[in-house]
């Protein structure tokens, strides 16, 4: 008698009971693994099975059985990257000059940026976080080969509710979790990484570029350049630190 092969909700749902019962991993496919269907061009983050856009942005989910070289790995249009883990990665724009007047800043798109196209990926939690309970976040980025640019300010925030901004523009949140410096290597993997102290409730991680994080930007070429910081995301994490001890 053939076994059935277990669907990607079954094998969700198992993963949900333990985080549950075990306290551990909080992030349903944090390694893009599980899709609805291999992606064969932009914009289809909501592929990859919990995952969707924030704003009217678009972000990418890439695999290496992509049919396209639009979004194939390792080679695909915005450079050439392995995965971190496993078979698939996704990518979103962590700024991106959209030739649009930016009247909060006079035009730069480094004074603050808050008129800057950028994108941002979320996806729910396993469970809502416990109020007073310590987290830790961590997830790998790479800066994408046909970048020219590198921005500050990457992280991770997390919400009660899901965030739904029918802009393209930076969002204003202040991550929990975010990245000393610039991430300007390409082709190489970057953790971000850290601890922070739940309010309680928070159901949502959503990740991108965040200025009340320190965002700065920078160019990497001499000359005319494409105006854009493009990064690769993959393995992401959430788990609960152990609680302390209450002293005898």
Same mark, same amino acid.
């Given at each position: ?48 099975? /919990? ?49 649009? *007047?930016?009247?909060?800043?006079? +035009? ?23 109020? /007073? ?6 997830? *790998? ?32 949140? #202040? ?10 290597? #390409?082709?190489? *993997?970057?953790?971000? #990484? ?19 994080? +320190?965002?700065? +930007? ?24 152990? #609680? ?5």
């Amino acid at each position: 008698m053939t076994r059935p092969c277990l669907s990607t909700l079954a094998v969700l749902l198992t993963t949900f009971s333990l985080a549950q019962s075990t306290g551990e991993e909080l992030v349903r496919n944090g390694g893009f693994e599980f899709l609805d269907k291999e992606p064969d061009t932009y914009d289809m983050i909501k592929r990859a099975v /919990g995952w969707d856009n924030v704003t009217i942005g678009y972000s990418e989910v890439f695999s290496k059985l992509a049919p396209a070289k639009t979004v194939g790995i390792p080679m695909n249009d915005y450079g050439q990257m392995d995965p971190k883990e496993g078979d698939h990665y996704a990518g979103f724009f962590g700024w991106k000059d959209d030739e649009k *007047w930016n009247f909060e800043t006079g +035009g730069d798109p480094f004074v603050a940026g808050w008129s800057s196209y950028s994108e941002y990926i979320t996806s729910e939690l396993m469970k809502p976080l416990e109020e /007073g309970r310590e987290y830790e976040v961590s997830f *790998w980025v790479a800066l994408s080969g046909n970048s020219d640019r590198a921005v500050s300010g990457i992280g991770a925030y997390f919400s009660e509710d899901k965030l739904n901004e029918q802009h393209r523009r930076f969002l204003r949140q #202040k991550p929990q979790v975010s990245v000393d410096g610039f991430v300007e290597k #390409k082709g190489e *993997w970057v953790e971000v #990484k850290g601890t922070f102290e739940a309010d309680g409730g928070e159901r949502y991680i959503t990740i991108g570029t965040w200025p009340s994080a +320190g965002f700065d +930007g920078k160019r990497l070429i001499a000359g005319p350049d494409n105006k854009c910081a493009y990064y690769y995301v993959d393995g992401i994490s959430v788990k609960a630190l152990p #609680k302390e001890e209450p002293a005898k």
